[in-house]
């Protein structure tokens, strides 16, 4: 039997702040292939890395490389992602074991990301934004395998709250069924990606990063599973106008159910759908979005050390 070392590859930068104690910061690639267009996939992917290091933490970038799951990438690789796009399998819980196998490449959504980091000894991990319950899942039982993962993965995971391609609702009720604590950083509401605020509220609000670690090393002390969702709002001056937005994820929603988008297309297939319907207005704010909960991401892993 090979043990999980020949599957792991943790990067000598990550491995060598792993030693020494130094705070480590998970972040996901499918937001690289499949969440934003080259080159601006690119371009945050390494702004999001520099954020992480301005802070005085790693980051260790996860995908699947020739069969090996990778906490921490090359520039190359990085590169390698953020160019091939789409053409990369979108890997989540389920596509680990095969393209281990098969020694082939993924990039990890949240839910995979949470595995990995979680083998790697990483509690921190930031994202833009998380899977939930889509709209219309009592029909269709779209439900993302992120919110699974948290629920069983003790990893904490800062995004930007959930944007309204899916049920804000369900998603909150799904989370609190699985007893996954939902955190607002600064705020009551539980806020919804473009835009900073929705009409849902969060389980606690939370003013610091210091607050917030104290949870998660609670969590973690506890040794029972399970993962925690920090929700950070978009900075105001970057966030979407609400009528704007909320006529391109509509306009997209439609456009999926009658081109009968299913399955894991469905979240990459709406992501890009609302940024041509915006002129590209959707994609400044989530690049904003992303390396803001970076830098919340960063001061929360060096806050537990
Ligand atoms: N939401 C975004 N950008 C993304 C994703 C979600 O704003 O890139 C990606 C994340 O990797 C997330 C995945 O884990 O989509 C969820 O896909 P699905 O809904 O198929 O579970
Ligand atoms: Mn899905």
Request: one cysteine or more; hydrophobic letters at 45%; aromatic letters at 4%.
């Amino acid at each position: 039997m090979k043990n999980l070392h020949e599957y792991l590859k943790i990067s000598p930068a990550v491995q060598k702040a792993l030693d020494e104690g130094r705070p480590v910061l998970a972040l996901e690639s499918t937001i690289i292939s499949h969440g934003m267009p080259y080159p601006q996939n690119l371009e945050t992917a390494r702004l999001c890395e520099a954020e992480a290091r301005k802070h005085g933490v790693e980051p260790a970038t996860v995908a699947i490389i020739h069969g090996k799951l990778c906490a921490g990438l090359t520039d190359e690789e990085l590169e390698y992602l953020a160019k091939a796009g789409p053409k990369v399998a979108k890997a989540s819980r389920r596509d680990l074991p095969i393209l281990a196998a098969r020694g082939a490449d993924g990039a990890t959504t949240v839910a995979a990301t949470m595995i990995v980091a979680a083998m790697a000894g990483i509690r921190v991990f930031a994202t833009g934004g998380i899977g939930g319950v889509h709209r219309g899942a009592e029909v269709t039982m779209d439900i993302s395998a992120d919110l699974e993962e948290l629920a069983r993965t003790p990893v904490a995971v800062v995004c930007a709250g959930a944007k309204s391609i899916l049920d804000l609702g369900l998603t909150l009720e799904y989370l609190e069924t699985k007893g996954v604590p939902v955190l607002g950083y600064r705020t009551e509401t539980l806020p919804a990606f473009y835009t900073d605020e929705s009409d849902f509220k969060v389980d606690y609000r939370m003013d610091s990063p210091e607050e917030i670690a104290a949870a998660v090393t609670a969590q973690r002390d506890m040794g029972y599973p399970g993962g925690m969702l920090i929700t950070n709002p978009i900075p105001h001056q970057y966030a979407m106008p609400k009528d704007v937005i909320d006529a391109a994820i509509n306009q997209a929603l439609a456009e999926a159910k009658e081109q009968g988008v299913k399955g894991k297309a469905t979240t990459p297939f709406l992501l890009a759908r609302v940024c041509e319907l915006t002129g590209g207005e959707s994609l400044k704010s989530n690049i904003k979005l992303v390396l803001n909960n970076v830098a919340l991401g960063a001061q929360i892993a060096a806050a537990m050390h």
